[in-house]
T-cell receptor
């Protein structure tokens, strides 16, 4: 399973766009990239998943460059409720279920 | 989305006792469930993979005789912390992927169970 590296923490203000970058230099050809969000004392929640280029859903966008050695989670116009830990994970479609969590990025959104 | 429920959400027990935590997939079936442990301010650590009808697969360093896992049906997995000690105090989280959609990469997590051993 490819190892991921993320910033330990980030600070932002309400209404701003937040971009969290994850490095995964050893990503394999079959690996997908998935992001999860975790609030204190709760289980993680799936945010978005992608393989290459750009993926967008109702809560976030995921940008993946051509070499796929990194990815960026983009949260548009964050609010206080977006304060959480965000995890980037990679895995292939055969062993994908076995997700190994890295350190995650602790995002703090202030008024 | 699919719902995974854990019970109890929190439990306090005396040192030396055993505690059972249940993980249920409420509206879907799951052949595989995963158990994680999370200490304060730390990431989730995968403990074991629970397979319906077979023995669980434990990660390196996790004592299988201390953390007993049973996956008796497609909707229920249990984790029993035997002879619990204060260092076992942690937040235990389970996850599951929906039968037939395992390759989508989307795992559904329970709310977690906070264990405090006195």
């Amino acid at each position: 399973l490819a190892k991921t590296t993320q910033p330990i923490s980030m600070d932002s203000y309400e209404g701003q766009e937040v971009n969290i970058t994850c490095s995964h230099n050893n990503i394999a050809t079959n690996d997908y990239i998935t992001w999860y969000q975790q609030f204190p004392s709760q289980g993680p929640r799936f945010i978005i998943q992608g393989y290459k280029t750009k993926v967008t859903n109702e809560v976030a966008s995921l940008f993946i460059p051509a070499d796929r050695k990194s990815s960026t989670l983009s949260l548009p116009r964050v609010s206080l409720s977006d304060t959480a830990v965000y995890y980037c994970l990679v895995g292939d479609d055969t062993g994908f279920q076995k997700l190994v969590f890295g350190t995650g990025t602790r995002l703090l959104v202030s008024p | 989305g699919a719902v995974v429920s854990q019970h109890p959400s929190w439990v306090i027990c005396k040192s030396g006792t055993s505690v059972k935590i249940e993980c249920r997939s409420l509206d879907f079936q799951a052949t595989t469930m995963f158990w994680y442990r999370q200490f304060p301010k730390q990431s989730l650590m995968l403990m074991a993979t629970s397979n319906e009808g077979s023995k669980a697969t434990y990660e390196q360093g996790v004592e299988k005789d201390k953390f007993l896992i049973n996956h008796a049906s497609l909707t229920l997995s249990t984790l029993t912390v035997t002879s619990a000690h204060p260092e076992d105090s942690s937040f235990y989280i389970c996850s599951a992927s929906e039968l037939g959609r395992e390759n989508t990469g989307e795992l559904f997590f329970g709310e977690g169970s906070r264990l405090t051993v006195l």
